[in-house]
């Protein structure tokens, strides 16, 4: 059975992604360090503030490693779709079916409905979102570039 069709993530270059995960694990450092604060801090504070820095500690870990993990998660996929096309990738073309308007979510522009087709694999259908460009219309081919094993495909 053959996967989903899915656009690569945008690519991160090396700088870019080392900055993301920098910023991704400083986001995870809060919690616990309210959590040893409030464990090592020699003399003791008063119960007030030691109780403060326990649950501030306690509420803050699991947000702040859940978000610090997600988004490190991101980055690492960005960086593996960008290396699994450029390895196995070939090239396609996608043509354009339909054009709409989206207008939610962070990438306001044009939802664009694809059928892209090349050598080695099946002809398939897929969704992306695009800026908006008047040479975006249906009938228009855009280069793309597909692992055909997996349908993961990106749009040049």
């Known amino acids: 059975m053959t996967s989903a069709p899915r656009e690569a993530e945008r690519r991160l270059g090396p700088i870019s992604a080392l900055l993301c995960r920098l910023v991704f694990l400083a986001i995870c450092l809060p919690g616990p360090v309210l959590l040893v604060a409030a464990v090592t801090l020699d003399p003791p504070r008063s119960p007030t503030d030691f109780w403060g820095l326990l649950a501030g500690g306690a509420l803050i870990t699991p947000i702040g490693v859940g978000f610090g993990v997600f988004g490190w998660r991101l980055v690492s996929r960005s960086r593996h779709d960008a290396r699994r096309l450029s390895a196995f990738g070939v090239p396609a073309t ?37 800026g908006d460009d008047p040479a975006l219309v249906p009938g228009a081919s855009l280069a793309a570039v597909v692992d055909p094993a997996d349908r993961l495909f990106s749009i040049t």
């Open 94 to 130: 996608a043509q354009i079916l339909a054009v709409s308007n989206n207008l939610g979510g962070e990438d306001p522009g044009l939802k664009l409905r694809l059928r892209i087709s090349g050598p080695g694999f099946v002809t398939f259908e897929a969704d992306t979102v695009r």
